[in-house]
Structure formats: C-alpha cells, structure tokens
C-alpha cells in the first residue's frame, strides 16, 4: 500500500516521475526503463507509482503530450507575433521545433520499432492519438498563418516532415548541420508560400 500525499506533493512526484523517465529516454529503449528504476530514484514505494500512473505506458503517453504541447505553444505565441511577415514566422516556427527536436531527441523516434513495442501496449483509441497528433499540429499551425501553399497540404506535411526528421540525426550531418537546415526551411517556405492578404 502506497504512501498518501498531499495535494502539493502529489503534483512534484508527478511531474519528477516524468522528468526522471525523460532523462532515462536520452540513454535508454522506453522498454529498458522499469517501474523499480523510476520509484527508486523519485524516492518513492513502487506501490505509490500507481497512485500516479496506472502503467508505465501511460506515464510515457503523459510525458509525450506534455512535451509536445509545450512545444506547439512556442510555436503558437509566434504566430500572433505581428512586428514579422507570414512567411518569417513560419521559418521561426519550424526553426523551433528543430530545436526542440534536438533537446527531445526520443520524440523523432516514435515510429521506431523499439518505441512502437510500449505505444502497442496502450488502449487503441490513444495508440491513434499520439500517432496523428504531431501532423495536426504541424497543420494547424500551417492554418493559422495567412499563407497560400503552392503544392498540396498533405505534401506539404510530409515535405516538412522530411526536414524536422533530421534534427535527431543533427550530430551525424556535422557542424554545418544548422545553417543547412535554415537554408531547406528558407527554400521551402520561400519557394512553396505565399502571402495572402488580410482580408482574403
């Protein structure tokens, strides 16, 4: 039987459970990661995890949305920037979660066959949520901004997915790997958008 915390505690352990699993995530497979290893060093029971998370799965589904919901706010308070044009925000925007990219190197590695094995694990419905959620960002973001794309949407998602999928591998590309990144973002937002005018 786990030990009963308070209100305010309950809210730290939570939040130190998925700060501890995201560190564990840079060194090692999500399956690697075991219940005794996050309750020992969060300085809990291994019976009071559950008070927190009914799985370890869903401790990793709690982290993946928490991170990524983070991230499309950034990305969000740039689109009502209104001192840059349409396109620069866009080009801040994915320079952002490239950047993002690069600190939460285990979100590109969801689709991997390591990461797949615990998202089987969930109930079907949120299997299908973490695997469309991060495109609808992306789209919804695209909406927001007042631009005209010159190729479909759907090609477009994936053209972008194509350049964020790099930053996990920015290290392999070597030190030039920023500025070539900037340069694809510059050539797609410049060469596939245009501006559309206010009241269009």
Known sequence: MGKKFSAEEQKHIRQKLITIFERKLH????????????????????????????????????????????????????????????????????????????????????SGPEFEKTIRRLPPELQKDLQKKDKLAIKDLLQDLRLTAAVPLEDLLIIIEIILSSASRSSDFGRHYDRAVKIMINCLVDGLFSERKIHE
Do not use: C
Request: hydrophobic share 40%; aromatic share 8%.
């Open 27 to 110: 060194k090692e497979q999500p399956s690697k990661i075991t219940i005794d290893d996050l309750v020992q060093e969060a300085g809990i029971a291994k019976g009071s995890f559950y008070h927190f998370f009914p799985t370890k799965e869903m401790l990793f589904v709690t982290l993946i949305n928490q991170t990524q919901d983070k991230m499309v706010k950034k990305a969000q308070r740039m689109t009502s920037n209104k001192d840059i044009t349409e396109k620069e925000k866009l080009k801040k925007i994915l320079l952002l979660i490239i950047k993002e990219l690069k600190v939460h190197p285990w979100l590109q590695n969801l």
